[in-house]
């Protein structure tokens, strides 16, 4: 009868809701992904590799105690520890800004449509448009420095 009970129970939905990822969500859909490919790659190379991870509360990074910060803590994952708020020094930030620029004013009848133009423009991405925006690092990190935190602009980003 209990094991009764406990099936009818309400089940956690893990899918995120609008535009938010849940601790669950993230440490069991998205992590493990991650980590595996880590692991792959220390394997292959002999060297260990850092997680990069924007500020995103999901991510666990504000506490010691939730799933995705158990999850990196059991897999002995290197992070890269940065302000969570330095989209200014975060060279994905760019790669994201040129897709909501290519994306913007388009609209989708499915979200399969949605995620093959996304895909569609991720792959029209070079790593010559990333290293432009990577070669610019120190001398975004000068601005901001210059500018007191405030948020700043280029060209590039």
């Known amino acids: 009868r209990l094991k009764i009970w406990e099936d009818s129970k309400p089940k956690e939905d893990t899918t995120p809701k609008g535009n938010c990822m849940s601790h669950i969500f993230y440490a069991q859909k998205i992590l493990p992904e991650h980590i595996k490919q880590i692991k792959a790659l220390e394997e292959r190379h002999k060297r260990r590799y850092r997680l990069q991870e924007d500020g995103d509360p999901s991510h666990g990074n504000r506490s010691y105690d939730n799933p995705p910060a158990k999850l990196k803590r059991d897999a002995d994952l290197l992070i890269l520890v940065h302000p969570p708020q330095s989209p200014d020094l975060n060279p994905i930030e760019a790669i994201w800004g040129i897709m909501k620029k290519r994306l913007r004013g388009r609209t989708w009848s499915t979200v399969a449509n949605f995620k093959r133009d996304i895909q569609a423009e991720w792959d029209k991405i070079t790593i010559a448009q990333i290293r432009r925006r990577i070669r610019e690092i120190p001398q975004r990190c000068k601005m ?10 280029t060209s590039l980003w």
């Open 144 to 153: 901001v420095q210059e500018s007191g935190g405030a948020r700043i602009r």
